[in-house]
């Protein structure tokens, strides 16, 4: 290989080092120049309080919104050089709140789906995950869904996890084993009773509900299964605001590349193995 050959290899590996390097490093600085729209703005984040880990109020500071959506949020929009505020309100006011332009961004356990992205374009980092919650120790070994048949399992109402059960009930039916008894629940701790006074074997909800009650409670629960989904989880921007977009979407890969993402999924007992790579969806 001649000597020019070389040099240009090395130049132009420099040059790609570089380009990376410069894509996984926060420019606070210049937000004027990579996001104009967004300089002096205040961003609005939409939350509802009331929904941890994701998102709730801190028990020191009733005014402070902590949470792995709330930190990661925050991250975001520091990389950026935005300044936030938080715009707290019952979670299915959100959407139309965004819509409405009386919020910037809804960064709160936000599921896309086509008929959203109709009218809202959505940058995802996350996948769903369901777990299953059981008696310490797991006594009955329920480590998968396969495993419900003969059993009685509970999920809240209206929920996916209560369709999941529904159709696991289905498919040990059709292959002539035992029955699964689906009582519904009304809410997670009415959910949680029902597997603490063994009359229900199972309660499925979101992994890191899951998982937060056997930390909480390791005397009475533990995670027996966990059941990836594949429904995308991301934040929800209006669509059109291209500035915002590439803010969230740029800060959300730097969030993965430096592990900050990784490392909030486990202060606030999310499954780290649902990250999924930051991705823009839309209609």
């Known amino acids: 290989m001649s000597k020019a050959i070389k040099l240009l290899l090395c130049a132009v590996t420099g ?9 996984q490093s926060c420019e606070p600085s210049k937000v004027a120049q990579k996001y104009p729209s967004l300089a002096g703005k205040t961003i609005k984040i939409g939350v509802d ?27 975001v929009f520091a990389c950026a050089g935005v300044k936030t505020e938080f715009f707290t309100g019952g979670w299915s006011g959100l959407l139309p709140a ?18 959203r992205a109709k009218e809202t374009s959505f940058v995802t980092y996350m996948q769903a995950g369901t ?43 059709a292959e002539n084993k ?42 009475l629960y533990m995670r ?20 915002m977009i590439k803010a969230v979407s740029d800060g959300l890969k730097i969030m993965q590349a430096n592990q900050t993402q990784k490392k909030t999924f486990q202060q606030y007992n999310v499954d780290p193995s649902l990250e999924t790579p930051t991705t823009l969806l839309t209609q």
């Open 49 to 75: 309080p009331e929904s941890p880990p994701y998102a709730f109020r801190d028990s020191m500071d009733f005014n402070k919104i902590i949470g792995a959506d709330a930190d990661m949020a925050r991250a």
């Open 224 to 243: 027996g299964f966990m059941v990836k989904s594949g429904n995308n989880i991301g934040v929800g921007v209006k669509k059109g605001n291209s500035d």
């Open 131 to 173: 777990g299953g919650l059981v008696t310490a120790g797991n006594p009955k070994k329920i480590d998968d869904m396969s495993k419900l048949c003969g059993l009685t399992v509970t999920a809240g109402v209206g929920t996916v996890e209560l369709t999941m059960e529904q159709t696991q009930a289905a498919k040990c039916k």
């Open 15 to 23: 040059l790609l080092l570089a380009q990376t390097a410069s894509a």
């Open 98 to 115: 965004l819509r409405a332009g009386q919020i910037d961004v809804m960064w709160d356990l936000l599921y896309y789906t086509p008929e």
């Open 178 to 219: 035992p029955e699964v008894t689906v009582m519904p629940s009304t809410d997670m701790a009415s959910g949680a009773r029902l597997v603490a006074s063994h009359r229900a074997d199972v309660f499925m909800t979101d992994l890191a509900l899951v998982d937060g009650l056997a930390k909480q409670n390791p005397q």
